[in-house]
């Protein structure tokens, strides 16, 4: 069964009723589960992002002429001295470098329809739960790895040596000359930056995609008094039973300390009995219920179970399993299955938990010389605490060591969070059950009937309540 | 008396006492043990035919010599090997303490288990010494 603590906004009791209507102080209650509902959502996935492309214009240039003299006027016979001239045939200026930037790309999953989970309420009234898995679609994305980066050069002056031929500085002037022989020229090409370089930036906008995306809508209830005066749509989220099983079906039962039992079944009608302890349970070796005064502070039955922890872990289980099994209104504990002696006091150390009917505790000449010639006999127990405000009347025959090993294969490590939140009413008692076993040498182990052991005085389980909180 | 050699009657009485009081000891156990209800008649049972027979083939050739006539004059008594004796008491002496021991087990442990686990061992052991007793008690 799956607990969930449910109460009504505004304080009162809910009831749930199916087609049969439960009656509860008068009032009548109907439950109706909407269909889940689903919208369209339409949703923009960037592609690849936007880019900056840069190209680099390089710098202009315009050729001029100019002349230049190569051979200075002179007198006829007279000798000219050679020179070196340099000249600028294109400036000193700047140049970019350009580094584009680079990409990758990358595969990435989006949910087109997300997994439904939803509840649907059968003919008879029973819930049914249902998952489906989403739909993923993979999109192809591209993503700037490293950005583009420019750097400006300095290109030097591209010059030119050109010889040219001089008079001497002693030359006499020109006007003296008999004859004067002309100068030469020589036409030359220079390059003139008419435009610097630069970088020109294009956009790219970005690529984008549409997808439709289909999402659900918050499934609801609707509840209705039989009356008609007044209905109410509430969310299922918090009401349904948590994790439940596909195929599985679950009807609401109401507890009367304000919690609502989700009880489930198979689709044949058969109650699934995962993990029960049973109910009754089979007849102990001895019983004992505690006094309901130890217990005036507990308010819930997660109080009442950190209580019970707290003395099973001075009691020295602290390391050791311990189950826990839904009980009609409350819950089992059980502990770990150890060996004991023949006054009910567990053996000490290792010996304590161990199914070996031969150990001798404590180790001793005599305790060994005892062993020697008497016949080996184990013997063990198992407590069950039972918290609930039904009667307990155990009832059916149980003999086997094995089936109690069974039940600390079965349960649950903790209790159910949900049914730790239920009322520990005043309706509510502690009642210890001990299953003790004989296992004698070569023979099966047997739960005894009638042991003349007090076991709750031998575990020192109502001294251990009291130091863990419980009212003396 | 040949060197190496050592009278028959002496060794017999000596391997029948080392007999007597090994076997006596795990029969004793094995006694009280079985009437705690310890052990189970099948282990009793093995036990048992571990020690009962070759006591009584000592017990049982010690009778006869000392019913039998005695030696002519001037004849030498029979001796026996001194080494086979002392073999014979070496793996009596160890076959006995292997079932004390195995009783002793008993105590920490189930019995069947280990006579399932040894009982080859020491029927092996045993067999050992049928054979070298056999030299100081079968008649010659």
């Known amino acids: 069964m799956i607990l969930k603590c449910f109460k009504y906004p505004n304080g009162m009791l809910l009831l749930f009723s199916m087609l049969s209507s439960t009656a509860f102080a008068q009032q009548e209650y109907s439950i109706q589960l909407?269909?889940?509902?689903?919208?369209?959502?339409?949703?923009?996935?960037?592609?690849?992002?936007?880019?900056?492309?840069?190209?680099?214009?390089?710098?202009?240039?315009?050729?001029?002429?100019?002349?230049?003299?190569?051979?200075?006027?002179?007198?006829?016979?007279?000798?000219?001295?050679?020179?070196?001239?340099?000249?600028?045939?294109?400036?000193?200026?700047?140049?970019?470098?350009?580094?584009?930037?680079?990409?990758?790309?990358?595969?990435?999953?989006?949910?087109?329809?997300?997994?439904?989970?939803?509840?649907?309420?059968?003919?008879?009234?029973?819930?049914?739960?249902?998952?489906?898995?989403?739909?993923?679609?993979?999109?192809?994305?591209?993503?700037?790895?490293?950005?583009?980066?420019?750097?400006?050069?300095?290109?030097?002056?591209?010059?030119?040596?050109?010889?040219?031929?001089?008079?001497?500085?002693?030359?006499?002037?020109?006007?003296?000359?008999?004859?004067?022989?002309?100068?030469?020229?020589?036409?030359?090409?220079?390059?003139?930056?008419?435009?610097?370089?630069?970088?020109?930036?294009?956009?790219?906008?970005?690529?984008?995609?549409?997808?439709?995306?289909?999402?659900?809508?918050?499934?609801?209830?609707?509840?209705?008094?039989?009356?008609?005066?007044?209905?109410?749509?509430?969310?299922?989220?918090?009401?349904?039973?948590?994790?439940?099983?596909?195929?599985?079906?679950?009807?609401?039962?109401?507890?009367?300390?304000?919690?609502?039992?989700?009880?489930?079944?198979?689709?044949?009608?058969?109650?699934?009995?995962?993990?029960?302890?049973?109910?009754?349970?089979?007849?102990?070796?001895?019983?004992?219920?505690?006094?309901?005064?130890?217990?005036?502070?507990?308010?819930?039955?997660?109080?009442?179970?950190?209580?019970?922890?707290?003395?099973?872990?001075?009691?020295?289980?602290?390391?050791?399993?311990?189950?826990?099994?839904?009980?009609?209104?409350?819950?089992?504990?059980?502990?770990?299955?150890?060996?004991?002696?023949?006054?009910?006091?567990?053996?000490?150390?290792?010996?304590?938990?161990?199914?070996?009917?031969?150990?001798?505790?404590p180790p001793s000449i005599l305790g060994w010389l005892k062993a020697l010639v008497t016949k080996a006999t184990g013997r063990f127990r198992v407590f069950a605490l039972i918290v609930t405000s039904e009667d307990v009347n155990t009832e059916a025959e149980f003999t086997d060591r094995e089936l109690a090993l069974d039940w600390l294969n079965s349960g649950t490590g903790a209790l159910n969070r949900d049914r730790a939140a239920c009322q520990f009413t005043a309706a509510h008692r502690v009642t210890a059950l001990v299953y003790e076993f004989e296992h004698p040498e070569r023979e099966k182990p047997y739960l005894v009937s009638n042991t003349r052991i007090n076991h709750i005085a031998g575990s020192g389980l109502r001294t251990q309540l009291i130091n863990a909180g419980a009212t003396p | 008396m040949t060197e190496g050699r050592l009278p028959a009657k002496y060794c017999q009485q000596r391997l029948t006492m080392l007999w007597l009081i090994g076997g006596g000891a795990s029969f004793l156990l094995l006694f009280i043990q079985s009437t705690s209800g310890k052990h189970d008649p099948p282990v009793s049972d093995w036990l048992l035919k571990a020690i009962i027979p070759t006591l009584t083939l000592m017990i049982g050739a010690l009778v006869t010599l000392s019913i039998a006539a005695k030696p002519k004059e001037g004849e030498a008594p029979p001796t026996s090997d001194k080494f086979l004796y002392r073999v014979a008491m070496g793996l009596s002496g160890f076959y006995l303490l292997l079932l004390f021991i195995l009783l002793l087990q008993s105590a920490s442990a189930d019995i069947n288990k280990i006579i399932e686990n040894v009982g080859l061992m020491i029927t092996s052991v045993q067999s050992l010494v049928g054979l070298a007793l056999g030299a100081f008690f079968v008649k010659r």
């Open chain 1, 34 to 361: 909407l269909p889940q509902t689903y919208r369209n959502v339409q949703e923009t996935v960037v592609l690849s992002p936007p880019e900056v492309n840069q190209v680099v214009v390089p710098a202009q240039f315009n050729s001029v002429t100019g002349v230049i003299v190569t051979a200075e006027a002179h007198c006829e016979g007279e000798s000219l001295v050679p020179k070196s001239l340099t000249i600028v045939v294109e400036a000193a200026h700047s140049g970019i470098e350009y580094y584009p930037a680079k990409y990758d790309t990358i595969t990435e999953n989006v949910t087109v329809r997300p997994g439904t989970a939803e509840w649907w309420q059968t003919e008879t009234g029973a819930f049914e739960y249902f998952a489906t898995e989403p739909d993923i679609r993979q999109v192809v994305k591209r993503i700037e790895t490293k950005p583009s980066t420019e750097r400006r050069i300095d290109i030097p002056a591209r010059t030119r040596d050109i010889s040219v031929r001089v008079r001497a500085a002693d030359a006499i002037p020109l006007s003296d000359c008999a004859r004067i022989i002309p100068a030469q020229t020589q036409v030359i090409s220079r390059r003139v930056i008419t435009e610097p370089a630069q970088v020109r930036t294009i956009s790219i906008p970005a690529k984008n995609a549409t997808i439709t995306r289909r999402v659900s809508n918050a499934q609801t209830l609707t509840i209705t008094e039989e009356s008609g005066a007044f209905r109410e749509t509430l969310a299922v989220d918090g009401i349904m039973p948590p994790n439940p099983f596909p195929g599985t079906l679950y009807k609401p039962e109401i507890e009367n300390n304000n919690c609502v039992l989700w009880k489930s079944f198979s689709k044949d009608n058969a109650t699934v009995e995962k993990g029960r302890f049973p109910w009754p349970p089979p007849n102990p070796s001895t019983e004992s219920t505690l006094p309901d005064t130890m217990f005036a502070g507990v308010e819930t039955l997660g109080d009442m179970n950190k209580l019970l922890a707290k003395a099973l872990d001075a009691m020295g289980y602290q390391d050791r399993r311990r189950k826990y099994y839904p009980v009609p209104h409350g819950f089992a504990l059980l502990t770990e299955i150890e060996q004991i002696d023949d006054t009910g006091m567990p053996l000490s150390g290792n010996a304590r938990w161990t199914d070996d009917i031969y150990v001798i505790d």
